[in-house]
Structures are given as structure tokens and as C-alpha cells.
């Protein structure tokens, strides 16, 4: 497996997003999650990427359970910044941020509780509080690594400055936000600085949350409690432009003897080798396509190809809707 740095940290070049096991996209049994986190790491990947507020709180339990007698293989990444009411019915809501220095302590000990583990690889700030200024959170997680309670700071969807700011008291190991061929708002700026400053990478949803892959044909395709019914590029309208693009890829993807998702993935990889996707997984089939993008090899011609059957500009729909609570924290 193709290794690449995060700060301080040496991770596979693709890592795993575990959101989706127990949380937004329906969950699945644990059983069989356990049994997929267990097969990747027998594939190489060492990157786990959880967060207190999938679930809540499930996830990193489900993460905990499934890494027990395996710690010394893994990296652990997991998340804070929110401010959530207590699961009622199948269902939490998120009521804001909350990026205090006292609830970055609260959350990595309760985080370090429900994942059976001494210290937390990598934990990032979740979303950028607005009323905390970011040199206050920072200096709260500096203490945190001096502790030894977490290794390596990170921070997600956000801009440039605060990043500047941020990593000015303490260096930041990983930005994380959202990035792939339906979603490239972080090479204006953001992907910039990370070069500039040597700051690791870290997209999320690189495959577009299935889009990219072709998985998702039509609204019906999509669960009942799935979360991308709610997002507009889902959306019946969207949808049906928006798998013609999917289904583009996949073309191209034949003279490539790969997937649309390999060749998505590959895509993402070859933007710079400080970059290192998070694709959410649930089956095996999946995973094992997924790390089959490592094998391919892109030169420039390759990516502008990609590129030319992936527009940005004929990709149907925001990210989130417009009054949604991850989207106005951008």
C-alpha cells in the first residue's frame, strides 16, 4: 500500500470515511461493519476517519469495538465543533457550533472513552466557530498534544485565513473538506495553502457521495432516512443530468480497463501526493474497487480527459441546501 504524510504521520494513500456505517446514509449492521474495517486494514489502509457527531456518538464506539487488539495498525481520526440535542426517535439535531477551548477538552476525553484508546492520532475541529476566535481553540488543542492526549491537529471546511491563523500557533497536520471532480471550491485557495504551509490534505466524499461512481441512478435508489435526499444535487431534476456526467466517466473509464470510481479516486490522488482521500465505504465490493485507483496511472492528457467528461460547471446543484447548518459554515 502507497503511504503518504499528514504532519507528523504516515497514513495509507487511501483512507476509510466510517460516517456512513452508522450514520446519514441508512447505517448497515454492525457485524458487517466490523467485518469491513477488519478487511481493510488486511488491504494495508491505516486511515479511519469518525467524529462524535455520527451517530452521535455511535460511530466512534462502532470504530472502537471494531480496532480492539488492532490500535498499533491504524491511524485514528476523529472530530469536534458541534453542538447537538441527545438522540430522540432515530434522530439528533445539530443546534450549532461550538469550538471552546473547555468543549475541545469535554469532547477528546469523551472521544478517547468511546474509542478504548490512550490518544487520538489526529482530531480535527469539525466546523469553524464563528464566535470563537480560532487562535483560542488552537491554543487548547496545542495543550492537548503536549499532554499527549492527541498527536496531530486538524481542521475542516475551512478558509485559507483561518488556516493561516491556525496553524501560526500550532502546525496543522490535515485540512479536510470536501473535494473531487463535482466539487473543486478547494483549489482556489485552500489547497494553496496547504501546499504552501506542507499541510496534508484530506478530501471527503471524493466520489461525490456516490455520484461520481454511478451508484445512485434516481431518487428511489436513495433510502428513506438517507441523507442526500436532502441535498440538492440529488434532487430528482439534478439527479438526471447529473448521472449523465457518472455515466460519462464510466466511459472513459473502459479505455482505462477501470471504473468511473477508480477512475474519480485516481483523479483525486494524482492532484498532489500531499493528498489523501477518505472515501466512505459499506460493502467489501466497494472497498476493494476503491483501492484498486492506486494502480492506475494518470499522465497530464489522462487528468484533462477526466476532467473534460466531469465539467464543474454542468454539475447540477449545491453541495447543501442553502439554509443547511455544514453548508453556512463555509
Known amino acids: 500500500m502507497e503511504e503518504r504524510k499528514l504532519g507528523p504521520l504516515t497514513v495509507s494513500a487511501i483512507g476509510i470515511g466510517c460516517m456512513g456505517m452508522s450514520h446519514a446514509y441508512g447505517g448497515q449492521p454492525e457485524d458487517a461493519s466490523i467485518d469491513l474495517i477488519?478487511?481493510?486494514?488486511?488491504?494495508?489502509?491505516?486511515?479511519?476517519?469518525?467524529?462524535?457527531?455520527y451517530g452521535p456518538f455511535e460511530n466512534e464506539m462502532l470504530l472502537g469495538r471494531a480496532l480492539r487488539g488492532r490500535r498499533d495498525k491504524v491511524t485514528i481520526a476523529t472530530k469536534f465543533g458541534f453542538r447537538?440535542?441527545?438522540?430522540?426517535?432515530?434522530?439528533?439535531?445539530?443546534?450549532?457550533?461550538?469550538?471552546s477551548p473547555q468543549h475541545a477538552r469535554e469532547v477528546a476525553e469523551a472521544s478517547l472513552q468511546r474509542l478504548g484508546i490512550d490518544y487520538i492520532d489526529l482530531f480535527y475541529l469539525h466546523r469553524l466557530d464563528p464566535a470563537v476566535p480560532i487562535e483560542d481553540t488552537m491554543g487548547a488543542l496545542a495543550d492537548l498534544v503536549r499532554e499527549g492526549k492527541?498527536?496531530?491537529?486538524?481542521?475542516?471546511?475551512?478558509?485559507?485565513?483561518?488556516?493561516?491563523?491556525?496553524?501560526?500557533?500550532?502546525?496543522?497536520?490535515?485540512?479536510?473538506?470536501?473535494?473531487?471532480?463535482?466539487?473543486?471550491?478547494?483549489?482556489?485557495?485552500v489547497l494553496p495553502a496547504c501546499l504552501e504551509l506542507a499541510i496534508g490534505f484530506v478530501p471527503f466524499s471524493p466520489l461525490g457521495r456516490g455520484l461520481l461512481s454511478g451508484a445512485v441512478r434516481n431518487a428511489?435508489?436513495?433510502?428513506?432516512?438517507?441523507?442526500?435526499?436532502?441535498?440538492?444535487?440529488?434532487?430528482?431534476?439534478?439527479?438526471?443530468?447529473?448521472?449523465?456526467?457518472?455515466d460519462r466517466l464510466a466511459e472513459l473509464g473502459k479505455s482505462k480497463g477501470c471504473t468511473a470510481a477508480q477512475l474519480a479516486?485516481?483523479?483525486?490522488?494524482?492532484?498532489?501526493?500531499?493528498?489523501?482521500?477518505?472515501?466512505?465505504?459499506?460493502?467489501?465490493?466497494?472497498?476493494?474497487?476503491?483501492?484498486?485507483?492506486?494502480?492506475?496511472?494518470?499522465?497530464?492528457?489522462?487528468?484533462?480527459?477526466?476532467?473534460?467528461?466531469?465539467?464543474?460547471a454542468a454539475v447540477k446543484g449545491t453541495r447543501y441546501p442553502e439554509t443547511h447548518i455544514l453548508g453556512a459554515a463555509r
Open 38 to 53: 477488519h478487511r481493510a486494514i488486511d488491504l494495508g489502509i491505516t486511515l479511519f476517519d469518525t467524529a462524535e457527531v
Open 84 to 99: 447537538f440535542t441527545p438522540k430522540q426517535n432515530g434522530t439528533s439535531q445539530i443546534l450549532g457550533f461550538d469550538g
Open 150 to 189: 492527541i498527536r496531530a491537529i486538524g481542521l475542516s471546511e475551512v478558509p485559507p485565513e483561518i488556516i493561516r491563523r491556525a496553524h501560526a500557533v500550532h502546525p496543522i497536520a490535515a485540512v479536510q473538506s470536501e473535494y473531487s471532480l463535482s466539487t473543486r471550491d478547494p483549489e482556489t485557495a
Open 220 to 246: 428511489d435508489d436513495l433510502g428513506a432516512g438517507d441523507f442526500r435526499r436532502t441535498l440538492p444535487r440529488f434532487s430528482q431534476d439534478n439527479l438526471a443530468a447529473n448521472v449523465g456526467l457518472a
Open 265 to 312: 479516486l485516481a483523479w483525486v490522488l494524482g492532484q498532489g501526493r500531499h493528498i489523501v482521500p477518505i472515501p466512505g465505504v459499506r460493502t467489501r465490493a466497494h472497498l476493494e474497487d476503491n483501492i484498486k485507483a492506486l494502480d492506475l496511472t494518470l499522465d497530464a492528457d489522462d487528468l484533462a480527459a477526466i476532467e473534460a467528461a466531469v465539467p464543474t
